[in-house]
C-alpha cells in the first residue's frame, strides 16, 4: 500500500556538497510538494509541482531547487549544502494527502 | 502567508476526550487539513474540512468556521497510542498548504 517513497531515510553530507533528495508517487498524481520541517517552526513549504516539468516557489526556495521530468518523480537538489539545511524533509503526493517516510539530512 | 496558532502541548487521560484549537488567518481559504505525527515518523493524513460544520470518523471528529477562521480537533476515547503531534493546515488557493507548529498530545494512564 505504498504511495510515496523517498530515497534515503537518513543521509549525513559535507558542507558545500551537491545533495540529490529522491521521491517517487505511485498514485498517477500531479501534484508533488517538497516540505521542510524543523522544531518550532512545523512543516514549511519549499517548492511544488502541479505537473511535469512545471514547479512553483514555496515560501523558503533559496538554496534549493527542483526536478519533475517524470510524473511520478520529483528531486529536491541542495546545489551547495549548508549547515542550516540540516533538517526533516518530507515529500507529499496528492495534494498532500500522502507524505513519503521523510529524509533527516545532517550537514556537517 | 498565513498565521496559523494551535497550543504547543495538551495532556489528557486514557478514555478521556481531548480537544485541540486552531485559529487562522488567511486570504483566500481552500480547506482546512488535520494531520497525526508520532515521533520520528511522517505526517499521516486525519481530515478535511473546507465547508462550516463537524466531519466525523470514528474517534476523531474535526469542526470548521469559516467565518470565525477557526478549527477544533476532537478526539474522543483516547487510546496511549494517540499520544502524538497534531498538524492543523490551510490550503491557500489551489495548492499551497501552511502549517500550524503542530500540539502534543500526551495521553496518561
Not at chain 1, 63 to 68: E, F, K, L
Request: net charge neutral; aromatic share 12%; hydrophobic share 30%.
Amino acid at each position: 500500500d505504498v504511495k510515496v517513497t523517498q530515497s534515503s531515510r537518513y543521509l549525513v553530507k559535507r558542507t558545500g556538497e551537491k545533495v540529490f533528495l529522491e521521491c517517487v508517487q505511485d498514485m498517477d498524481h500531479e501534484n508533488m510538494f517538497w516540505y521542510r520541517q524543523d522544531p518550532g517552526l512545523g512543516l514549511r513549504l519549499i517548492y511544488f509541482s502541479y505537473d511535469v516539468k512545471m514547479k512553483e516557489k514555496g515560501d523558503i526556495p533559496e538554496g534549493y531547487s527542483v526536478s519533475r521530468e517524470k510524473k511520478e518523480r520529483f528531486s529536491l537538489i541542495l546545489e551547495s549544502a549548508s549547515t542550516n539545511q540540516t533538517s526533516m524533509y518530507l515529500c507529499a503526493g496528492k495534494d498532500t494527502q500522502y507524505f513519503g517516510p521523510g529524509t533527516r539530512l545532517t550537514v556537517l | 502567508g498565513q498565521n496559523i496558532d494551535q497550543p504547543t502541548e495538551m495532556t489528557a487521560t486514557e478514555g478521556a476526550i481531548v480537544q485541540i484549537n486552531c485559529t487562522y488567518q488567511t486570504s483566500g481559504f481552500n480547506g482546512l487539513f488535520w494531520y497525526q505525527q508520532h515521533a520520528g515518523e511522517a505526517p499521516t493524513f486525519l481530515s478535511y474540512n473546507v465547508l462550516d460544520g463537524l466531519e466525523e470518523k470514528g474517534r476523531f471528529s474535526s469542526f470548521l468556521s469559516r467565518s470565525k477562521g477557526y478549527s477544533y480537533l476532537l478526539l474522543k476515547e483516547l487510546q496511549m497510542k494517540d499520544s502524538a503531534s497534531y498538524l492543523c493546515a490551510v490550503r491557500d488557493g489551489d495548492y499551497k498548504l501552511s502549517f500550524g507548529a503542530g500540539t502534543t498530545v500526551t495521553v496518561r494512564a
